[in-house]
């Protein structure tokens, strides 16, 4: 049954359908395929990519673009390889994933990689402890990206200020329940 709800925004779906891989989200049939062969949907049940697709079908921004479910997908792009109507589910949740980070709505832990990989060139810098043993057990030296490349790219885009400038959000994104659905 479709769900009356003042929540539902046609532009919303046109702004999907407007992207590079967006326009095969009018071809699902809700046929569940991606949810069953999703990792992460089998541990986890809030996170259901076909309902995620229906409810970027209905317009339903507060249920994507605003939930924090989105952000448990892996992009192992599972669902889009299985997909019998050639919907690219994967890249349609990046997109989303695209318009909620511009809200702010990111996960703390990502924003504290984003900067880590600002400053270092990597986004999970090894300890000195980690650097002695790896060096014991005679595993070769982690190169890092220079920062200053990855420093001049993120500016080119944009990507650093969306890092830098954001209030908090680990409050407003851990208040909001995992959409039930
Ligand atoms: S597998 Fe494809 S057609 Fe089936 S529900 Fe998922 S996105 Fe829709
Ligand atoms: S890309 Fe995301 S939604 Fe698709 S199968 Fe992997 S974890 Fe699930």
């Excluded at 949740?93 to 695209?98: A, F, G, R, S, V």
């Amino acid at each position: 049954m479709v769900e009356a709800s003042s929540e539902m925004n046609s532009s919303f779906r046109s702004e999907i359908t407007a992207t590079h891989e967006g326009e095969s989200l009018n071809f699902c049939y809700q046929c569940s395929t991606c949810s069953g062969c999703c990792p992460v949907f089998r541990y986890n049940p809030k996170f259901n990519p076909r309902r995620i697709i229906e409810n970027t079908l209905l317009g339903r921004k507060d249920r994507t673009v605003d939930s924090p479910t989105i952000w448990f997908c892996t992009v192992c792009h599972t669902c889009t390889e299985k997909c019998p109507q050639g919907v690219k589910v994967s890249e349609i949740i990046i997109e989303l994933k695209n318009l909620s980070s511009k809200k702010g709505l990111f996960p703390i832990h990502l924003q504290e990689e984003a900067k880590a990989l600002l400053e270092f060139g990597m986004v999970s810098p090894s300890s000195k402890a980690i650097l002695s043993r790896r060096e014991k057990l005679g595993l070769p030296v982690i190169e890092n990206a220079p920062p200053e490349e990855i420093r001049a790219l993120t500016s080119f885009t944009g990507f650093d200020k969306l890092v830098a400038g954001k209030k908090p959000m680990e409050g407003e994104i851990q208040k909001k329940e995992a959409v039930e659905e």
